[in-house]
């Protein structure tokens, strides 16, 4: 038996025991030391980086390695193996999640042509771009004492005239808001809504002169990546 020793910054080390031969990244696994590895140990992300600090471990270069990072003890915890007793640094995974993660602001003429593209190469093939959800002006009678219909009544029945559907749903997030953004507003307010031919859904309620946008996430889940787009 070996000792396996897993370093890390700010925190303490996990010791545990492993046979000659080995995976240092099952064994990490087994001792619930947070290696990152979204390949899930296949050698083809890279993101398995330990540095050894002391002892022997068998592990070839990747390609995901260069010969300067070799050098200063960076190894892929996927691919090595214990050989004896061994130390090893632990990269903080948390920053290793913030390290693969990627913003960009995808407003630029050349970002906006490839969208744009997009949107005419699904409408050419006879794919309608449209959805159920749309915001709405919804304007109330003020309550009075000869007029003392409940908020959520009244917000119901302003929809119904308007729209000419029957059944209209409210989640307890909207009713909960009401009753202090129809005051402010005067009873003049803006409805997110999702129709469809038998009712509406009531997402929110906003007063009307603020500025209401509806997004959409379009998410794609790939092998090692997850990509997101906000609409």
């Not at 449209?130 to 009244?154: A, C, F, G, Q, Y």
């Not at 409210?170 to 038998?198: A, D, G, H, W």
Request: glycine share 6%; hydrophobic share 40%; with cysteine.
């Amino acid at each position: 038996m070996f000792k396996v020793t897993f370093k890390f910054e700010g925190a303490e080390d996990v010791i545990t025991y492993a046979q000659e031969g080995e995976n240092l990244l099952e064994i990490a696994r087994k001792s619930n030391v947070a290696i990152d590895a979204p390949c899930s140990g296949n050698a083809s992300c890279g993101k398995c980086r330990v540095k050894l600090i002391g002892g022997e471990i068998e592990s070839p270069k990747t390609r995901h390695i260069t010969d300067e990072e070799y050098a200063e003890g960076w190894r892929l915890a996927c691919v090595s193996k214990v050989t004896g007793d061994v130390e090893v640094q632990v990269p903080d995974i948390a920053s290793a999640y913030r390290s693969r993660m990627k913003v960009a602001d995808l407003s630029s003429k050349e970002e906006i042509a490839i969208f744009e593209k997009a949107k005419s190469d699904v409408e050419s093939a006879g794919i309608s771009l449209t959805n159920s959800l749309d915001v709405i002006n919804v304007k109330m009678n003020v309550p009075t004492l000869d007029d003392t219909m409940p908020d959520n009544e009244r917000l119901v029945r302003a929809i119904k005239k308007q729209t000419g559907i029957k059944k209209v749903r409210m989640p307890y997030s909207v009713l909960r808001k009401i009753s202090y953004v129809f005051r402010e507003s005067n009873f003049e307010v803006q409805c997110v809504i999702r129709s469809t031919e038998n009712d509406i859904f009531i997402y929110d309620v906003y007063k009307k002169d603020e500025k209401v946008v509806i997004g959409g996430l379009a998410i794609d889940i790939g092998t090692t990546t997850v990509s997101a787009l906000l609409i």
